[in-house]
């Protein structure tokens, strides 16, 4: 989904640490919370996805081939799935990974036993690049109800360039305890364990790089292996494509093809019963910037390499091969897809007489969003799908094909009508949560990649689909006039504006009239005067450059710069009184206020933590100001002067995000809803008290990674949170 610059370095260390046998996947450092910091236990809390329906890329989904309905699918940074096929959903499998292993929710590769359906095997680890943790590796023996954890001494990469390819995992088909890791800067990796310590594999000749993308894929053809190899240069004598057959010595596939149409092997698929090995080819990693690329086909006994490639790319028309996929039950029956084909759009080819002729599976078909109407991006018809770097073929029903793209992951069952089959799997990034004291919905979220919804149910996808007029890709700003909630307004990336307003709750947007120069590449938070008479939008690049903040008392129709506001810093609205917004500068650790609807800000109180754009301030609902700031480690902050003044507060080491929600029965003040480390433990709490005392809600099957972007209470229901994830999507909870 979000890939980010690539620069890192990382150096293979020759075994990997110990593993643990992991029954209930532990939080680092989990503690008995300390009795002084919390309260009586709160009751069991239910925990559930808001519907909305894939979001992110499903880069991979592996049928196991001896059990009809035993499926696995991996994302780019949204864990890993197995599929029940009674319930026909998907059930996640890494949601107990904690905040400090949030870098290991993102699934590089998965691997399955042919002879042991109860074996699975992930590679885990989602950024190469010096700031993110090892990767890790985990086994389970009961399909991914418990696992094995081997933590790695190298880096992964499954929500970088090249997340497409693979799988880059492989169980030798010679011994079950063999395990093969292809690795991005580190070569390829060893294990006769079972995982549980890996080494650099002997014999496998490429130079590892450090900007590269080193192993590629990894494939069996019977009781060969071959390996992929991406950090070839495109020459006619460069070798991609590596295969062993004694597990020792590998060696140059002979006859390859070579040359820029062949530059890097994506994916390989064998067909076992014509002794056919195909594989795709592109020039880039991707999912982005590839236009050239083909499909071959190796046969395996005689070494004769034939060209099978659906439609040459070339001119205007530059695309790439990805996916690949052989039918288990009818010999020479093969499809695979292109991806980044921007001019026709991608597509499936299929072939079922060995790669001769070819049909583009995207022309008889028709494409049903029903259950997710966002995938229809404000247009009135879906589309096939972009970034379509993966294919799978049901080994037990030729005609259930299912492929991934950016959003969803969609299948088939008869190869002409398509609907996501995406049911339990969410992989949302969301950013904000609005939960409004009246009207339908219950909540508005905005996320990364589709903008923002209104959720007029949290059991369905929402019906309107993603906010349209304008579309924006990703989520700057939401805010809501607190003493009147039908205004709200919204913030993003997006060709056609970005910001726009609503008068009906968020259902409906008109754009603004006008917007500042700086919105189009620096669109940031925005803040709404509690009656919706003043709008203050900070602008923000995505590469942290800040810019003078906007001020509009017209509904977006002017604007006019707002000197003394602090670059770049959030602003938050007093909930009470209209003439009274707030800011955080977390360069300087000031507070700053303004008493004149925005148009200046003056410092208040001073010496407060900073350094860190992730600081955060809440203002309590239907109280003037009663601000609370979130400092991550540096811990939580509370004042009940407008600012002038803030303490710490005692009861928690650190505060990530915060938010408040309807009482609890008997209690005089607000429920706050907390993502904190209190007694040592880090986790989702709940105070009745304003925080003298805290309830842990969330337990350790449901960490879902890093939760500090945003938390939120219902203001009409005790007890019920929303929670925002980065790759899980949007957690409700309540009272089991």
Known sequence: MHASDLSRRTVLAGTAATAAFVGLPSLQGRARATESAVGAAAAPYDWRNVVIGGTGFVTGVVFHPAVKGLAYARTDMGGAYRWDDGAARWIPLLDWLSQDDANLLGVESLAIDPARPERLYLALGSYTQSWAGNGAFLRSD???????????????????????????????????????????????????????????????????????????????????LYAGWGDGDGTATANTLYRTTDGTTWVPVPGQPTGPTAKMPMRAAYDARAGELYVTYADAPGPNGQSNGSVHKLA??????????????????????????????????????????????????RTTDGGRTWTSLKDTATIDVTETPFLKWGKDAPTFGWWIQMVAVDPFDSQHIVYGTGATLYGTRDLKKWAPQIRGLEETSVLFLISPPAGQAHLLSGSRDIGTLYHDRLTASPAGGLATNPVFTTAAGLAQAANKPSYVVRTGTGDNGNGAFSNDGGQTWTPFKSQPADAKEAPGPIATTADGSALVWSFVHWDGTKHATQRSADNGATWSVVSSFPAGATPVADPVDPKVLYAFDTATGKLFASTDKGLTFAARAIGLPSGDAGYQLAAAPGRSGDLWLSTKGNGLFRSTDGGRSFAKVA??????????????????????????????????????????????????????????????????????????????????????
Request: aromatic letters at 8%.
């Open 300 to 349: 395996v006994a005689g070494g004769t390499w034939t060209d099978v490639t659906p439609v040459k790319p070339g001119g205007s028309d530059g695309f790439a091969y990805g996916g690949a996929a052989v039918d288990a039950q009818r010999t020479g029956t093969v499809v695979v897809s292109t991806n980044n084909r921007w001019s026709g759009g991608d597509t499936l080819f």
């Open 142 to 224: 009961d399909r991914g109800a418990t696992w094995t954890r081997t933590d790695l001494k190298v880096k992964l990469g499954s929500n970088e360039d090249g997340r497409g390819t693979g799988e880059r995992l492989l169980l030798d088909p010679r011994n079950s305890d063999t395990l093969w890791l292809g690795t991005r800067h580190d070569g390829l990796l060893k294990s006769t364990d079972r995982g549980a310590t890996w080494a650099a594999a002997t014999g496998f000749p490429p130079v590892p790089s450090a900007s590269g993308q080193g192993v590629t894929v990894l494939v069996a053809a019977g009781r060969t």
């Open 651 to 736: 009861s928690c080491e650190a505060s990530y995000t915060l938010g408040f929600g309807a009482a609890a029965d008997g209690a005089s003040y607000l429920s706050v809803y907390h993502v904190a480390t209190v007694g040592g433990v880090t986790g989702v709490f709940r105070s009745d008290d304003a925080a003298k005392t805290w309830q842990r809600i969330n337990d350790d099957r449901h960490q879902w990674g890093w939760i500090g972007q945003a938390i939120t209470g219902d203001p009409r229901i005790p007890g019920m949170v929303y929670l925002a994830t980065n790759g899980r999507g949007i957690q409700f909870g309540q009272s089991a």
